[in-house]
């Protein structure tokens, strides 16, 4: 790269106890540079980028922004120097308009008065987000944005601070294909601008296509900086893992199989625009991928299956017995596991040691006249933690400090820790925000789980992964089932057709 770097980090290091996240870690973004950071969960990407947004502060090494050496003692030090951060879970208040959001703690006053000036406001948010070609009212409440409008409020904020830096953090992870090209149109807008693009992802294939370099970290230490138009993809997974992984090929075709009867039948299942009318069936040893747009009514579907939300009408049968499921409690007891779409706050207890969240839903087996069986509930971890290879120092690692693979695989071990083990596993997209490594494991574990005669149903907004691990497809668009594809059969041009017209 031409010039200096607009932000360079000399062998940084961070410790937390009983972890050394980043060890003599040196990473630089040029203006104008989308420099792309990739790793395994736990490779100290996180890390690194609180470190630049002030949230954390280095024990060891430099920075230095704009040819001066920095300390950021806070978020707001470094946001006031121009560095701003686009994160995964967005950080916006969704009762607020979407000007009041991008300029939330600067709102311009009247002059000499304590009073917003709201046209000048409007005025200002209403030609920030022209710049960006991002057609919406700046009067509109966020909250009732999609998602993918909602991180393009987010992107006007960072311009309405005049980053010299934007760091995008997972960014894709919940976004559609038109809202992903959306967002990638504006990044090269950035670009051209001059901004310096720090961009993190674990969707490889989307990064090599607009990456002017790639910074691989492993296990807290860097690896090696790649051209981007240089290297491949497998290139980049071997160092990530640090092995090569094998491609992620189909699971065997079932034509032909002798399934036998159904363990579930949905008839009917609907709920207002949501879910219309959906009917389906699940037979034991298969995986059911649903797949759909953002909005078409995948997690709204399972949520009613589970009995999280109650359906205007419909019927479930388990085991050709039809059964009324008033909520997760009934669900468990028909023999149901679920791993929801958020794992952080549906799906685990962050502050609570992995032992106690793998033994969730088993409290009736490993207790005695109402009081906890230390040496079972130990047992029962100890054997969840064997079995899915779930990486933890100990039982009583507290979960909020696990990998996101690892994290998923706590869930999956609560579910098959259950006495007796459930039959029906519903996943709501079981791979988001996990590495490639830990979503190979997760794919064997799904077929392992299939083979062994579990029933999936799997919910994904990952095309590959639904043609790959899927014995069959059911596409989705505005809450409807529109075909039903058999993996022998399965093709992305066939999935995106059915979900898109």
Do not use: C
């Amino acid at each position: 790269m031409e010039g200096n770097p607009i932000l360079k980090l000399d062998g940084i290091s961070k410790g937390f106890p009983g972890v050394q996240a980043l060890d003599d870690v040196s990473f630089d973004v040029f203006p104008g540079e989308i420099h792309v950071l990739v790793g395994e969960n736990g490779a100290g990407k996180s890390t690194l980028i609180k470190i630049v947004s002030g949230l954390y502060r280095n024990d060891r090494g430099t920075i230095a922004y704009d040819g001066k050496e920095v300390s950021f003692q806070n978020p707001m030090q470094s946001r006031s120097m121009g560095i701003s951060t686009v994160y995964q879970e967005l950080a916006l208040a969704p009762y607020l308009s979407v000007a009041e959001n991008i300029y939330m703690g600067r709102l311009p006053s009247v002059a000499g008065k304590n009073f917003v000036d709201w046209k000048r406001l409007y005025a200002d948010a209403e030609a920030l987000l022209d710049e960006i070609e991002l057609k919406i009212d700046p009067r509109a409440m966020v909250g009732s944005l999609s998602v993918g409008y909602r991180q393009m409020v987010e992107i006007a904020r960072a311009l309405s601070l005049s980053a010299k830096v934007v760091i995008f953090d997972e960014p894709t992870a919940v976004l559609t294909f038109e809202e992903s090209a959306k967002l990638f149109k504006t990044i090269e807008k950035l670009k051209e601008k001059g901004v310096g693009i720090i961009y993190i992802s674990h969707r490889l294939k989307e990064v090599l296509d607009m990456a002017d370099r790639i910074t691989v970290l492993r296990d807290g230490k860097f690896v090696k900086t790649l051209a981007g138009k240089d290297t491949t993809y497998n290139e980049v997974v071997r160092l990530m893992v640090g092995r090569d992984i094998e491609s992620d090929a189909r699971t065997e075709s079932k034509a032909g199989w002798d399934r036998g009867g159904p363990i579930l039948e949905v008839d009917g299942m609907s709920r207002g625009d949501a879910v219309k009318d959906v009917s389906f069936k699940l037979y034991p040893g298969e995986v059911v991928g649903f797949y759909g747009l953002v909005g078409s009514g995948r997690t709204e579907l399972v949520r009613l299956i589970f009995g999280l939300d109650k359906p205007d009408k419909g019927n479930i049968k388990i085991n050709g017995k039809e059964v009324s499921i008033k909520g997760a409690r009934d669900a468990i007891g028909y023999g149901f596991g679920f791993l929801p779409e958020d794992r952080r706050l549906h799906g685990l207890v962050l502050k609570m040691d992995v032992s106690k969240n793998i033994n969730l839903a088993n409290h009736q087996h490993i207790q005695r006249w109402g009081f906890i069986r230390p040496g079972v509930e130990k047992g029962v971890a100890e054997e969840g933690v064997k079995t899915l290879s779930i990486k933890t120092p100990t039982l009583q690692q507290l979960v909020e400090n696990l990998s996101g693979g690892n994290q998923q695989k706590v869930i999956i071990a609560r579910w098959l820790s259950r006495t007796p083990k459930p039959g029906i596993l519903i996943l709501d997209e079981p791979t988001r925000g996990v590495d490639v490594g830990a979503k190979a494991e997760i794919h064997r574990l799904i077929r392992n789980l299939a083979k062994e005669g579990l029933a999936v149903i799997m919910v994904s907004s990952d095309m590959p992964e639904v043609l790959s691990v899927s014995d069959r497809i059911m596409a989705m668009r505005e809450g409807e089932v529109v075909s039903e594809i058999p993996q022998e059969e399965a093709t992305e041009e066939k999935l995106i057709f059915s979900v898109t017209h």
